[in-house]
């Protein structure tokens, strides 16, 4: 069992800089890659970024690519989400997820993902 707590949304203005944090709990935290999902109103839950174990392979959806930066720190299980530069279309509730596989592959997928936490809220003003 992993329990995972995002922290850091907010409102900003277009063109800001948000923080997002997500504390993971219970099992090893370098059992398992994590990523960030985020499902804006009326919308499907989207791919947003993904991080392996160690934290030496990343990915990104094409919209944040250039402007997000995922990180994650073993020794505090935690990951982040750097977000710069956003945009209102950024507006949404963002999730972080764990999954146990060892490897990048369908990280897109939020099927894939074992754990999620309850989500924290983004908005960016225009």
């Known amino acids: 069992q992993v329990q995972l707590v995002e922290s850091g949304g907010g409102l900003v203005q277009a063109g800001g800089s948000l923080r997002l944090s997500c504390a993971a709990s219970g099992r090893t935290f370098t059992s398992y890659t994590m990523g960030w999902f985020r499902q804006a109103p009326g919308k499907e839950r989207e791919f947003v970024a993904a991080?392996?174990?160690?934290?030496?392979?990343?990915r990104y959806a094409d919209s944040v690519k250039g402007r997000f930066t995922i990180s994650r720190d073993n020794f505090k299980n935690t990951v982040f989400l750097q977000m710069n530069s956003l945009k209102p279309e950024d507006t949404a509730v963002y999730y972080c997820a764990s999954r146990s596989s060892a490897t990048l592959l369908s990280y897109t997928n939020a099927g894939t993902y074992d754990y999620w936490g309850q989500g924290t809220q983004v908005t960016v003003s225009s």
């Open positions: 991080i392996s174990r160690s934290g030496d392979m990343t």
